[in-house]
């Protein structure tokens, strides 16, 4: 009789802790957290600049190697077999360096801009922590991965006001 008042009473303070944590629960849209800051747009330019130069000498390699090959099969006819072979060697070896430096670059490229996406992602997920903790709530998911929630609150307004 004991064991089972006993588990009875945990069961009930199960339940009101599970009740009680359901009022405490926030949604947040991360999202649109991140399309919507002003710093997106200075990350994506100063991106832009910084691989600006490495962009502008690629597109010329890329220039200079169709050039090579528009001259190649504009007058392969006329050249000699040799001068034709060396030519086409040439084009070959370039064309293989800029497929390097080109592959090298979007690498980069992609590698910091997901440095600088993290950068922001922590910025909001600090901002969400902040608001949470100020307004008392104990669970707060991602509006995204949330198929429904009848009783939580979109905290999405308050932490953008707080990131910007």
């Known amino acids: ?86 030519l086409e060697k040439d084009i070959m070896a370039k064309r293989q360096d800029f497929e390097a430096k080109a592959q090298a670059f979007e690498q980069d490229n992609r590698s910091r801009q997901m440095e600088e996406r993290n950068k922001i992602l922590t910025t909001i997920q600090a901002a969400v922590k902040k608001v949470a903790v100020s307004e008392g709530y104990d669970v707060v998911l991602d509006a995204n991965t949330v198929a429904y929630a009848a009783d939580s609150k979109d905290i999405t307004s308050d932490v953008l006001k707080q990131v910007k």
């Open 1 to 86: 009789m004991k064991k089972l008042l006993c588990a009875a009473g945990l069961g009930l303070a199960l339940a009101a802790s599970a009740a009680s944590a359901a009022d405490k629960i926030a949604v947040v849209n991360v999202s649109s957290i991140f399309q919507q800051l002003p710093q997106r747009a200075t990350v994506a330019k100063q991106l832009e600049n910084e691989f600006k130069g490495r962009a502008t000498d690629l597109q010329a390699q890329e220039r200079a190697i169709q050039a090579q090959m528009q001259n190649l099969q504009r007058n392969a006819s006329t050249m000699k077999a040799s001068e034709r072979a060396s």
